[in-house]
């Protein structure tokens, strides 16, 4: 498969689970439409218009391609008809954010990739990609965002990039390194949940006795 067309199915991949986590988070909270519409948009398209914005390319990709939007109605489409059999919302809410940071974290690698910039710039841009989104979808549904907790979060998303990276480096079938990726983010996050693993942080700060 050529490179462009694996980028654009991803793409619309990762739009579409990360627009369906955003959808989810604004029903449980018994957002209107219009207010799950706007939380759905910013979570599929927030991490990739930083990462455009970043790298220069505009007008960012969503403004170019329609279908972008209709993406987002689709999730929302999606959303209400089934959330009544959604027993367990946060669970789906996660499924899908997890699916959501394998398929962008890849995404933006590879458009780094494609501009020629460093490795480096490379992951961090998969980041980006990745959690800015959920950032957005995080703060305005009055909530800390994930890549500020202890939980395993951005630190997923890097090892799926440098998974990545070592495939293409191995010259490993494009799509199969991408699959083999994102499944080891979304691995990593599950795995995380399921044994309590954290992210290290530093004790700063006195301690309470």
């Not at 170019?64 to 789906?92: D, K, N, Q, T």
């Not at 950032?135 to 090892?159: C, G, H, M, W």
Request: charged share 15%; glycine share 10%.
């Amino acid at each position: 498969m050529p490179l462009q067309d694996l980028i654009y199915i991803l793409d619309l991949l990762g739009t579409l689970v990360f627009a369906i986590s955003g959808v989810v988070a604004a029903v449980e909270r018994k957002f209107d439409l219009v207010g799950a519409f706007i939380i759905g948009f910013v979570t599929a398209l927030g991490g990739g218009t930083t990462r455009d914005v970043l790298m220069g390319a505009t007008p960012v990709n969503w403004m170019l391609h329609e279908e972008y939007l209709g993406i987002v109605a689709l999730a929302m489409i999606l959303c209400y008809l089934f959330y009544p059999r959604l027993s367990h919302i946060r669970r789906s809410l996660f499924i899908f954010d997890s699916i959501g940071l394998g398929l962008f974290t890849i995404l933006g690698f590879q458009k780094a990739m494609i501009a020629e910039l460093s490795i480096p710039i490379a992951l961090m841009l998969g980041i980006v990609s990745a959690v800015f989104g959920g950032v957005i979808r995080d703060v305005l549904t009055n909530q800390v965002p994930l890549i500020f907790r202890k939980e395993i979060y951005a630190l997923a998303s890097l090892a799926g990039g440098l998974l990545y990276w070592l495939g293409s480096l191995l010259e490993v079938n494009t799509a199969l390194n991408a699959l083999i990726s994102i499944c080891v983010v979304v691995l990593i996050r599950s795995m995380a949940v399921a044994y309590g693993w954290e992210s290290p942080f530093l004790p700063l700060g006195r301690k309470e006795h």
